[in-house]
């Protein structure tokens, strides 16, 4: 029953920003951690960075990335958020929103993903 819905890909010139969001609809289950991986043509998804679903949100980040993106939470609102600044041509891929959940009637651990958005940066 857990959807996601990403936003906020587009088309940006090197050394612009851009946002991305991702609002989860996990019902009663209960989000273990949020994450945001990234996919270029041919290449393996990698992980970008990565947010705990518990108290105040510990993160992490790709050595590529870390200190130009900024990920974030709000737990009221389910959603994630990636901040991207400083955008390099390289940072081209198609995003994609990644959420674990705890379901405590099945007692079981899910895995889902957003649909992916496109980021584009020109040279």
């Known amino acids: 029953q857990v959807q996601l819905q990403e936003s906020g890909g587009g088309l940006v010139q090197a050394g612009g920003s851009l946002r991305l969001s991702c609002a989860a609809s996990v019902g009663a289950d209960r989000i273990i951690a949020m994450a945001w991986y990234r996919q270029a043509p041919g290449n393996q998804r990698e992980l970008v960075a990565h947010?705990?679903?518990?108290?105040?949100?510990?993160?992490d980040y790709a050595d590529s990335v870390r200190g130009r993106f900024t990920i974030s939470r709000d737990s009221a609102k389910k959603t994630v958020y990636l901040q991207m600044n400083s955008l390099k041509p390289e940072d081209t891929a198609v995003y994609y929103c990644n959420v674990d959940t705890y379901n405590s009637y099945r007692d079981l651990r899910y895995t889902y993903w957003g649909q992916g958005t496109q980021v584009t940066v020109s040279s």
């Open positions: 947010i705990a679903g518990a108290g105040s949100g510990s993160t």
